[in-house]
């Protein structure tokens, strides 16, 4: 897409007074798929030279703004991580080509916002943290989950920038699990939970994403039982909050949501090795009707 109404492209290794018709430029991949009639001006992250990738003295993750997917996916997560498969799960989550892979930047899928935003998914459920830079430099910290506050919108203001992401160490040692649903076999994720137990205190978390206009994360103590998460979740999402698209009715998105809470309880319940329970049971496939 010509984005035709762009007078001038900017260099984001300087600084510049915001102005009306701004926008930061990242992968591009959104920026570029649809007309924006409403930009003048670009400034250009790609020259930033930000390390997409580094794990900190305390072991935690620091994923700068401008890591691609490819950069994430082929990133050697080390073996002490016991939540390392959960990254390409999400990558895999993705409704994208290797092209869009190879430019698309996670710090743009968080921006975007969109419920089905899979890095959305990854950062919330690993309780990652945000760090934001104003246009005077100052930093905030905002965590993923409380980040994006509905569709399409998160909690940045006027000229703000997402700098990185944080996942800390203690959530990425401990096991995770995954369940996602769509209405077709390359669709766009309907319902996204991931579940996720903490390696000291035993305590289990689950987020919900997709079938929802925000992520929601929803911790439990140990061992809960299945009508103790069942009702937690359920409450947790207002009944607006449950989204309405092309991509599945918001009773279809509330069903799967609970339905892959109960899975995920049960398979982090079982000791660690056991095989996950399948993600597909004989009567998981959605319905014409359900997805209407």
Not at 152 to 164: I, P, T, W
Not at 213 to 233: D, H, I, K, M, Q
Request: some cysteine.
């Amino acid at each position: 897409m010509d984005l035709n109404t762009v007078q001038e492209v900017r260099d984001a290794r300087r600084h510049y007074v915001w102005l009306p018709g701004d926008a930061w430029l990242g992968g591009g991949t959104y920026l570029f798929s649809e007309p924006q009639p409403h930009i003048r001006r670009l400034i250009d992250l790609s020259r930033t030279g930000w390390e997409p990738l580094r794990i900190t003295a305390d072991d935690s993750l620091e994923i700068a703004a401008t890591c691609t997917i490819a950069q994430l996916s082929r990133f050697p997560k080390p073996a002490r991580w016991a939540a390392a498969p959960l990254f390409e799960q999400c990558c895999r989550a993705f409704l994208a080509s290797w092209k869009i892979w190879n430019m698309a930047t996670f710090g743009g899928n968080l921006c975007n916002s969109l419920p089905a935003g899979p890095m959305i998914s990854l950062a919330a459920a690993l309780d990652g943290t945000c760090l934001l830079r104003d246009q005077a430099g100052s930093m905030r910290t905002v965590r993923v989950a409380d980040f994006v506050v509905g569709a399409g919108r998160n909690v940045l203001q006027r000229g703000e920038l997402l700098r990185s992401v944080t996942l800390p160490a203690r959530v990425l040692a401990g096991r995770t699990a995954f369940r996602q649903a769509s209405l077709y076999g390359l669709g766009r994720s309907g319902a996204l939970v991931i579940g996720a137990l903490d390696p000291v205190d035993g305590s289990l978390t689950i987020t919900v994403s997709a079938s929802t206009v925000r992520p929601v994360r929803v911790w439990f103590p140990p061992s809960p039982n299945a009508a103790a998460v069942r009702e937690a979740v359920d409450q947790a999402v207002a009944p607006d909050e449950w989204f309405d698209d092309i991509h599945g009715l918001p009773a279809w998105r509330r069903h799967m949501t609970l339905r892959y809470a109960e899975e995920i309880r049960r398979e982090l319940a079982a000791p660690a090795g056991c095989a996950p329970a399948s993600c597909a049971h004989p009567d998981s496939a959605p319905t014409e009707e359900a997805g209407r």
